[in-house]
């Protein structure tokens, strides 16, 4: 449960810190990417599916299809670029400590999603290794 604490902590205190004079279209962009990679990796997982804490439920099925074709935590790019466009309207080095904060804080949540998920899934090894964890082809 720290793991997303510390994700929505520092996805508030980005929100609450952005700086609107220095919204660009780089940030419109990054802006747009997020959601529109968000909005396809919710309705690739399905509701039944989503949960915002490392763990899987009873019934949890493997995604490798869709947007999970190419990246195996695409609602995690999502947040990141998200919060990325919100640190470049307040490049103060807290933002930018915070960010850093995020990126670690979700590398270790998808490394513990992603032991439950080898547990689970006998083919998700093979999966992993030939699919990026944020960023598609990484």
């Known amino acids: 449960m720290i793991y997303v604490v510390i994700q929505f902590s520092c996805i ?3 929100i609450l810190n952005i700086r609107y004079e220095f919204v660009d279209t780089t940030v419109i962009s990054l802006l747009i ?6 909005l396809i990796a919710v309705f690739n997982m399905k509701v039944d599916n989503l949960s915002i804490a490392p763990t899987l439920k009873k ?3 493997l995604r490798t299809n869709g947007i999970y074709q190419f990246v195996r935590h695409p609602m995690y790019t999502s947040v990141l670029l998200l919060c990325l466009a919100l640190m470049l ?3 103060h080095y807290i933002s930018q400590g915070v960010m850093l904060v995020l990126l670690v804080n979700l590398i ?11 547990k689970r899934f006998d083919n998700y090894q093979a ?3 030939k699919t ?4 598609p082809f990484l």
């Not at 949540?109 to 080898?118: A, N, Q």
């Not at 990026?132 to 960023?135: K, V």
């Open 59 to 61: 019934l949890h099925q």
């Open 33 to 38: 990417t997020s959601m529109v990679i968000g």
């Open 127 to 129: 999966y992993k290794e």
């Open 132 to 135: 990026g964890r944020f960023i």
């Open 89 to 91: 309207t307040n490049s």
């Open 12 to 14: 508030i205190y980005l």
């Open 108 to 118: 270790l949540k998808s490394r513990l999603e992603e032991k439950l998920l080898t």
